[in-house]
C-alpha cells in the first residue's frame, strides 16, 4: 500500500471539440510503485499521450479531466489548484520527458539559462554556482560534456538534445518521470545509448518511470510493468513476463500485438497484423472497444463493458473471454 | 561571428544601393541628359546677356566653346555607358546637380542641400508614429492573442481588413475636411504657425501640427500589425517548447513572455520593421495633403514643377533609407535569433 | 496518362469542394465574396446605371458636362437639412412666332415652379439660333414683380448653340432690383459683380435678399422675346435649364461631371489592375522562388543575390519619378508595377519550394528522367498554389491604392476614368478647401470598399490555407 507511488482511479479525459466530445480516456484506473518502470504500449491514438498529459494535469487543449482522481504519494493532486500543482507536483514530483525533443526546448535561450530557470522557480534564489554544480552533474549523468550548457538548441544533434531533456526532466529529482517516445525520432544506435542511459538511471536513483511508447522491443528491455491501452482504455497490465513472455499476453489486441512484432529468436514465417483501424473516440463502439476488430468477439462483447479484473496475482485483464 | 554577420550585411547594403544607383541613371539617362543640356543652354544664355560689348559673332563663337567645354565637363559627348556611369559616379559622391526650378531654403539650387533639408520633418513625424503604431500594435497583438477567437479578436480583426485597403491620403482628406473646416480643432498643415513662436511654445505648436497627421496614420496604422502579431504570437504558442515550459512548472507570465513572446520576437520584428518601410511608400503622398515639409511634400512640389534632378535626387535618398531600413531589419533579426548569431550546429 | 489527368482533375476538384466548406464558416469571407460580385455587377451593368455613358471617353471633355450644375451636391442630401433646388430641364413653351417680312419675332415663356429653401444655382435659357437675333428675357415673380434680366444681341452666320446664363447676364440688373429693398449695411458688402443672382431672383423683396433671402415660393414665368432680324434668322428649340443645386447620386464636380458616372465606370479599372498585377506579380514571384529552391546551390544563390538587390527598390518612389518622366498609359503602369512587385512572395515560395524539393517524389521524379519544367510546373508550383491565391488576394488592394496614388499625384492616365484621377481633381479643384465632400468621399469610399472586399476573402483564405493559425 505504502510502496505506490502513484495510484489512477477511473480517469476521464475528455477532448471538447467543435464538433463535440472526444473519448480521450475512459475509466483509466492503474498504480505505479516506487522504483518502478511501468510501460504504456498501444497503436497511435490509443491515449498513451494524453495519459502523460493527464498525470501532470496538463491536458492538451481542448482537453479537460472531467471525472477520476490521480493519488500522489495518496493525495489527490486533481484537487489542488493551478499555482500548487505548478509549485508543488509539475517537475518536483512528476516531471516528463517529451517526445520528439526537437522542439521542446525554447530555441532563444541557452540551455544553462533554461535549466537555471527552472530550477530558480522551484528551488526559489539558490546561488549560481550551486545550481551549476547541480545542473552539470546531471548533465554529466546523461553523458554530455560540461560545456553542453552554454549552446543554443539548435547547435545540438538529436541525441544531445534528448539528453538535455532528459537531464532536465532529472535534476531536480523528481520521484516519478514520464517518457513519451523519447526515443522514437531517433537512430538506432543512439536510441541503445538511450535506453542504457535509462536503465542506468533507474538502478541508481530509484525514480519510477512511466515509459510511454508504441515500439514493443523498447519496451520490453526497460519496463517491469507493462500496461496494455487501447481506445482510450486500458485492456491489460501485467509483469513484462506475463505480456511478453511465452504466452504473449491474454488479451487478444495484446496477443496480436506481440503477433505482429517479429521475434529474433522465433520462427516465423508469416507476421500476422489486426485487420481494421482504431475507433473513433468521437463515438465509441458500445461495448469493448475493440470487438470490431476482435477475431474472438462474443455476444456479450459488443453490449457490455468489461471491467479491468485481476485474473492472477499482478495481472489484470478486460475481457469477457480472458476472465 | 556575429560582427561579421553585420560586417556583411553592411556590406551587400551598399552594394546594392550602388547597383541600383547604376540602374537609376541608365534608366533616367535620356532624361538626365536632356535636363542638363538645357541647363547648360540657359545657364551660358545668362553668361551672354552679360556681355554687352561683343559682336554679334563673338558672342556665337562664344557660345559655341563654352557649350563644348561644358558638354565635355558634364560627359555629354561620351558613349551612353560612360555617361551613365559616370552620373552614378556622381550621384554616389553626392554630387547631384542643380534643381531646375526648385531652391532649398536659403536660395540654393544645390539638388542635395534641398533634398537632405527635409529629411527631419520626414523622421520626425514618421519616427514619433513608428513608435506609437509599434506599441499599440504590438500590444493589441498580444492581447489578441491571449484570448484568441474572442470578441476583441474577431472584432480587432474585422476592423484590420476593413481599413486594408483605405488609402492614408483619403483619410486625410476627409479628417482635413472635418476636423480642420467643419469643427476646427486643428491647423490645416504645414508644420509650424506663422509667425513661428518661440522655445517651449515652439515644441507644443509642432506637437499641435502633428497631431492630426498622427492621429490619421494610426486609425489606419496598427491594426494590420495587431492582426499579423497575434498571428505569430499564437502560432509560436502552439509550439512544443512553451507546453515543455508549462509542464517545468514555470508560472503562465513567465511562458507567455519569457519564452511565448521572445521566440516570436524575430518574426514579429520583421514584419514590423517590414511593414514600416512599406508604409514609407504611402506616407510620401500623405504629407503632400498636410503640407507636411518633408521629403514627401517635396516629391508632389517636384512633381508639379517637373523638377527631375530633385526628383532623382530624392529617389536615391529614399532609396537609401530603404535599404538601410532592410539591411538594420537584418542585423536586429540575427541579433534575436540566436540560429543566425551563433550559427549552425557544431 | 489518361487515368493521371482524370483523377487529378478529381483531386483538384476534392479539395475545391473541401475548401470551399471551410470557407463558407469565415463569415467575413462571404461577406468578401458577395460584395466581390456586387462589384462585378456593377461593372456588367455600368451602361444602365449610369445617366452619362460616355464618361469613359469623355471625362475630360468640357461640352458633355456642359448641361450639368456646377459643384452640386447629391440629390438624396435634400433629405437632410435644407430643400435645395433640383436640377430641371423645361421645354414646355408655346412659341408664338409672328412673321413681320423682314423680321420674325418669337414669343414664349417657361413656367418654373419654385418650392425650395435653396434656388437654383442659375437659369440657363438655351436655344438654336441663326442670324441676326435680339433676346431679350424677363422673369415674372410670383409676388407680380417683373424684372428684365438679359438682353442681349447675338450675330451668327451658322447655326450655333445659342447659351445665355441668367445669373451672369442679369448680375447687374438684379444688383439693381434689389438695392431698392436692401440694407445700406447689405449694399456694401455686395456689389454687382459678386452679388448671388439667384438668391436676389427667387428671394422675397426685402432687406436682407441679398445675403440670406425668404425664398419666394410659387410659379415663375420666364419670358423670353426674339427678334430675328433678316431672312436667314431663326431660332429654334429653346428650352431653360434649371441648374440645380443637387444632381445625381454623387453630386456634380467644380468641371460639372457627374461624380456618379466617373466612379461607377471607375470600378473596372480598379479591378482589372488590381487583380492583373497581384495575379501576374505573385505568379513571378511564385516561379522564381521555385525554380531558385529547385535548383538550389549557385543558381540559387545568384537568384537570391539578384533578388535582394531588387528588394531595396522601394515601389512607389520609383513609380512615381518613372510616370513623372515617361507619363505612361494604364498598360505601361500595370506593366511596370509587375515589374516591382514580384518581390513579395518569393522568400515564402522559396522556402516552401526548398521542404518540397527535399521530398522522395521529387527524387522519383529525377529517376523517371523527368525535365526541370515537368517538376518545377507539374508537382512543385501546384503545392503552393494555395498559398498563392491568399497572397494575390491581399494584393489586389495595395495595388489599387498604389495607382491611386500615382493618379493623385496627377501623373496616372488621363485618358481613362480611375478613382485615383478623379481625386486627383478632388485635390486640384480645392475640393477639401471648399468642402465638397461629394467629390472626396465617393472614390476614396470604393477604393477602400474594393480593398475591404479583398481582404476579407484573402484573410478568409489565409486563415484556412495556413495551418498554423488553425485555433482549434
Known amino acids: 500500500m505504502e510502496n505506490k507511488k502513484i495510484e489512477v482511479q477511473n480517469l476521464k479525459l475528455h477532448y471538447l471539440t467543435s464538433k463535440g466530445a472526444v473519448h480521450g480516456l475512459d475509466d483509466v484506473s492503474f498504480s505505479l510503485n516506487r522504483g518502478e518502470t511501468l510501460g504504456v504500449v498501444g497503436e497511435s491514438g490509443c491515449g498513451k499521450t494524453t495519459l502523460g498529459t493527464a498525470l501532470l494535469v496538463m491536458p492538451t487543449p481542448p482537453g479537460k479531466i472531467i471525472g477520476g482522481k490521480i493519488l500522489l504519494d495518496g493525495n489527490n493532486i486533481l484537487k489542488l489548484n493551478e499555482k500548487q500543482i505548478r509549485k508543488k507536483v509539475r517537475w518536483e514530483k512528476i516531471s516528463m520527458v517529451f517526445q520528439g525533443a526537437m522542439n521542446c526546448l525554447t530555441p532563444v535561450y541557452t540551455i544553462k539559462k533554461q535549466m537555471l530557470e527552472t530550477i530558480r522557480y522551484h528551488r526559489g534564489e539558490i546561488p549560481e554556482n550551486k545550481a551549476l554544480q547541480r545542473i552539470k552533474k546531471y548533465i554529466n549523468l546523461v553523458g554530455l560534456a560540461d560545456n553542453i550548457i552554454d549552446r543554443y538548441p539548435h547547435e545540438l544533434s538529436g541525441g544531445m538534445k534528448q539528453r538535455v531533456v532528459i537531464a532536465t526532466g532529472l535534476f531536480l529529482e523528481p520521484e516519478v518521470i514520464i517518457c513519451d517516445e523519447p526515443t522514437t525520432a531517433l537512430d538506432v544506435v543512439v536510441q541503445a545509448q538511450i535506453i542504457n542511459l535509462l536503465k542506468k538511471l533507474k538502478q541508481e536513483l530509484e525514480v519510477s518511470f512511466v515509459f510511454i511508447t508504441h515500439d514493443l522491443a523498447t519496451e520490453a528491455e526497460i519496463s517491469d510493468r507493462i500496461m496494455v491501452m487501447y481506445a482510450g482504455k486500458v485492456v491489460e497490465i501485467g509483469s513484462n513476463e506475463q505480456i511478453y513472455g511465452s504466452e504473449g499476453g491474454t488479451h487478444p489486441y495484446t496477443r496480436r500485438l506481440m503477433g505482429a512484432t517479429p521475434r529474433l529468436h522465433k520462427d516465423v514465417e508469416k507476421l500476422e497484423f489486426i485487420p481494421g483501424v482504431p475507433p473513433d473516440l468521437l463515438d465509441p463502439p458500445s461495448g469493448c472497444r475493440f470487438h470490431l476488430r476482435c477475431l474472438e468477439a462474443m455476444d456479450k462483447c459488443y453490449k457490455e463493458v468489461p471491467p479491468l479484473k485481476e485474473i492472477e496475482p499482478g495481472h489484470q485483464v478486460a475481457c469477457w473471454r480472458c476472465y | 561571428m556575429f560582427g561579421r554577420y553585420i560586417v556583411k550585411r553592411v556590406f551587400f547594403m551598399l552594394l546594392s544601393f550602388v547597383i541600383i544607383i547604376f540602374l537609376y541613371s541608365a534608366i533616367f539617362n535620356v532624361v538626365m541628359d536632356q535636363t542638363l543640356r538645357s541647363q547648360i543652354h540657359e545657364m551660358v544664355q545668362g553668361e551672354i546677356m552679360g556681355m554687352t560689348d561683343s559682336t554679334p559673332q563673338e558672342i556665337q563663337i562664344y557660345r559655341e566653346q563654352r557649350i563644348q567645354t561644358l558638354y565635355a565637363r558634364y560627359h555629354l559627348e561620351d558613349p551612353t555607358l560612360q555617361r551613365i556611369f559616370w552620373r552614378a559616379v556622381g550621384i554616389l559622391k553626392l554630387d547631384w546637380g542643380q534643381a531646375s526650378m526648385l531652391t532649398s531654403s536659403n536660395g540654393s539650387r544645390d539638388v542635395f542641400k534641398i533634398v ?227 550559427g549552425g550546429k557544431q | 496518362m489518361r487515368e493521371d489527368k482524370s483523377t ?123 442670324g441676326n437675333l435680339n433676346i431679350t428675357i424677363e422673369v415674372e415673380r410670383p409676388d407680380g414683380k417683373i424684372i428684365e434680366v438679359v438682353r442681349r444681341g447675338i450675330r451668327s452666320s451658322g447655326e450655333r448653340v445659342i447659351s445665355l446664363s441668367l445669373g451672369n447676364g442679369g448680375a447687374r440688373r438684379l444688383y439693381r432690383f434689389a438695392e431698392a429693398y436692401e440694407s445700406e449695411e447689405n449694399k456694401e458688402r455686395f456689389t454687382a459683380d459678386n452679388v448671388r443672382s439667384m438668391f436676389v431672383l427667387f428671394g422675397e423683396a426685402a432687406e436682407g435678399m441679398m445675403k440670406k433671402p425668404v425664398p419666394l415660393v410659387g410659379d415663375y414665368k420666364i419670358n423670353y422675346s426674339i427678334a430675328a432680324v433678316g431672312e436667314d434668322s431663326m431660332v429654334e428649340d429653346p428650352y431653360l435649364i434649371v441648374s440645380g443645386q443637387v444632381f445625381g447620386l454623387f453630386g456634380t464636380d467644380t468641371s460639372k461631371r457627374d461624380i456618379w458616372s466617373g466612379v461607377i465606370a471607375g470600378i473596372k479599372w480598379a479591378m482589372l489592375l488590381g487583380l492583373l498585377v497581384a495575379i501576374i506579380s505573385v505568379t513571378i514571384g511564385a516561379i522564381y522562388g521555385i525554380t531558385a529552391a529547385y535548383f538550389g546551390g549557385r543558381v540559387d544563390t545568384i537568384m537570391m543575390r539578384i533578388f535582394e538587390v531588387f528588394r531595396g527598390i522601394p515601389m512607389l518612389p520609383v513609380l512615381i519619378v518613372l510616370s513623372a518622366i515617361f507619363s505612361p498609359s494604364i498598360w505601361l503602369l500595370l506593366l511596370m508595377m509587375c515589374a516591382l512587385y514580384w518581390r513579395g512572395p518569393v522568400l515564402t515560395i522559396r522556402s516552401m519550394g526548398l521542404q518540397i524539393r527535399e521530398e522522395t517524389y521529387i527524387e522519383a521524379a529525377h529517376a523517371l528522367d523527368a525535365t526541370h519544367s515537368r517538376i518545377i510546373f507539374k508537382h512543385m508550383i501546384p503545392q503552393v498554389i494555395p498559398l498563392c491565391f491568399a497572397s494575390m488576394a491581399l494584393r489586389v488592394p495595395m495595388a489599387i491604392v498604389i495607382e491611386a496614388s500615382v493618379s493623385l499625384l496627377g501623373l496616372g492616365d488621363s485618358t481613362i476614368v480611375t478613382w485615383g484621377q478623379i481625386l486627383h481633381g478632388a485635390m486640384n479643384g480645392g475640393a477639401v478647401l471648399q468642402g465638397l465632400w461629394w467629390w472626396v468621399i465617393p472614390p476614396g469610399l470604393f477604393i477602400a470598399t474594393m480593398g475591404m472586399t479583398f481582404a476579407f476573402i484573402g484573410f478568409a483564405m489565409d486563415k484556412i490555407l495556413n495551418p498554423k493559425l488553425k485555433t482549434r
Open chain 2, 116 to 342: 537632405v533639408e527635409k529629411i527631419y520633418p520626414t523622421l520626425l513625424l514618421f519616427g514619433i508614429f513608428a513608435i506609437l503604431d509599434v506599441t499599440i500594435g504590438v500590444l493589441l497583438g498580444m492581447k489578441k492573442a491571449q484570448k484568441p477567437g474572442s470578441k476583441l479578436d474577431q472584432s480587432t480583426s474585422i476592423m484590420t481588413m476593413v481599413v486594408f485597403g483605405m488609402p492614408s491620403w483619403w483619410l486625410a482628406m476627409i479628417f482635413i475636411m472635418i476636423f480642420v473646416y467643419t469643427i476646427p480643432i486643428f491647423p490645416s498643415g504645414g508644420m509650424g504657425s506663422v509667425p513661428p513662436p518661440e522655445g517651449f511654445a515652439a515644441i507644443i505648436d509642432t506637437i499641435y501640427h502633428m497631431a492630426l497627421p498622427i492621429l490619421t496614420l494610426l486609425c489606419i496604422g496598427f491594426w494590420a500589425r495587431a492582426y499579423m502579431t497575434r498571428n505569430i504570437v499564437v502560432g509560436t504558442l502552439q509550439e512544443d517548447f512553451i507546453m515543455s515550459a508549462r509542464a517545468r512548472g514555470l508560472p503562465e507570465k513567465k511562458v507567455l513572455y519569457g519564452h511565448g513572446l521572445r521566440a516570436a520576437a524575430p518574426p514579429i520584428v520583421t514584419m514590423g520593421v517590414m511593414s514600416l518601410l512599406m508604409s514609407i511608400q504611402g506616407r510620401l503622398i500623405f504629407e503632400g495633403i498636410f503640407n507636411w515639409p518633408g521629403m514627401g511634400n517635396l516629391y508632389w512640389i517636384a512633381v508639379q514643377q517637373n523638377d527631375i534632378p530633385v526628383l532623382l535626387g530624392l529617389l536615391a535618398t529614399t532609396t537609401f533609407v530603404y535599404l538601410a531600413g532592410l539591411a538594420f531589419l537584418d542585423v536586429i533579426y540575427g541579433f534575436l535569433d540566436p540560429r543566425i548569431k551563433v
Open chain 3, 8 to 130: 487529378k482533375w478529381e483531386e483538384t476538384k476534392k479539395s475545391i469542394i473541401e475548401f470551399w466548406q471551410e470557407f463558407k464558416q469565415v463569415k467575413y469571407g462571404l461577406v468578401g465574396v458577395a460584395l466581390f460580385f456586387v462589384f462585378v455587377l456593377l461593372i456588367l451593368l455600368e451602361p444602365y446605371i449610369i445617366p452619362f455613358p460616355e464618361v469613359n471617353d469623355r471625362w475630360g471633355d468640357v461640352n458633355y458636362w456642359e448641361e450639368n450644375p456646377r459643384k452640386a451636391a447629391p440629390v438624396w442630401t435634400n433629405y437632410f437639412g435644407e430643400y435645395k433646388a433640383e436640377h430641371e430641364f423645361i421645354r414646355e413653351t408655346d412659341l408664338d412666332i409672328k412673321d413681320l417680312g423682314k423680321m420674325k419675332m418669337i414669343n414664349g415663356s417657361f413656367i418654373y415652379d419654385f418650392d425650395y429653401d435653396l434656388p437654383p444655382k442659375d437659369l440657363v435659357f438655351k436655344a438654336n439660333g441663326k
